[in-house]
């Protein structure tokens, strides 16, 4: 499994676009990018999956750059109910691969 | 449509029980199932995965145990409870054989006494 890198926190005003990015150097061809939610006492829920290049859908983007070592999450204007903490995952596209989270980062979005 | 269940919801134990939380999983067949662990404020550690009946694979050597006697039932347990076992306990479902999302109950707070 690749390994991930990303910061532990960020803070965010309400309104503003929030990008996270997400460092996996060792990223292997056949993986793919995945993005988690967790909010406080509930499972992590997805957000957004991606190859290469970007990846859009109605709760955020997904940006991938050629060499695909890192990948970065984009929140368009993010509000109070976006806190949360989020997780990079990296991992191959066969389900028989177990599913590994890293620390996370955790987004505080203020008033 | 698919659907997991977790069960309970909260669960206060005193050190030295015993320890047994479900996970079913409804509207699919042959999902590869997990159990995390999350301590407070920390990340989720994957404890256990498994790919199909009687299948288990340990991922951190612990005190406790998975079993998955039926096709979407996973069973997580432990014979005597420790105060560091104290924690949210999430089951999880992913498709087998893609790179779909993986789906989480809604989790058990376990608090050991």
């Known amino acids: 499994l690749a390994k991930t890198t990303q910061p532990i926190s960020m803070d965010s005003y309400e309104g503003q676009e929030v990008n996270i990015t997400c460092s996996h150097n060792?990223?292997?061809?056949?993986?793919?990018i995945t993005w988690y939610q967790q909010f406080p006492s509930q499972g992590p829920r997805f957000i957004i999956q991606g190859y290469k290049t970007k990846v859009t859908n109605e709760v955020a983007s997904l940006f991938i750059p050629a060499d695909r070592k890192s990948s970065t999450l984009s929140l368009p204007r993010v509000s109070l109910s976006d806190t949360a903490v989020y997780y990079c995952l990296v991992g191959d596209v066969g389900g028989y691969q177990k599913v590994t989270f890293g620390t996370g980062t955790k987004l505080q979005v203020i008033p | 449509s698919q659907t997991i269940h977790q069960w309970p919801a909260t669960l206060v134990q005193p050190v030295g029980s015993p320890l047994s939380l479900e996970c079913t999983v409804e509207g699919t067949s042959n999902p590869n199932l997990y159990w995390y662990r999350q301590a407070a404020g920390r990340g989720l550690q994957l404890l256990f995965y498994s790919v199909g009946i009687g299948q288990i694979s340990s991922e951190v050597p612990q005190n406790l145990s998975a079993s998955r006697p039926q096709d979407r039932q996973f069973i997580l347990s432990s014979k005597k409870l420790l105060l560091s076992d104290s924690g949210f306990y999430l089951c999880?479902?992913?498709?087998?054989?893609?790179?779909?999302?993986?789906?989480f109950g809604q989790g058990t707070r376990l608090t050991v006494v």
């Open positions: 999880a479902w992913r498709m087998r054989g893609t790179n779909t999302e993986a789906f």
């Open positions: 060792n990223i292997a061809t056949n993986d793919y």
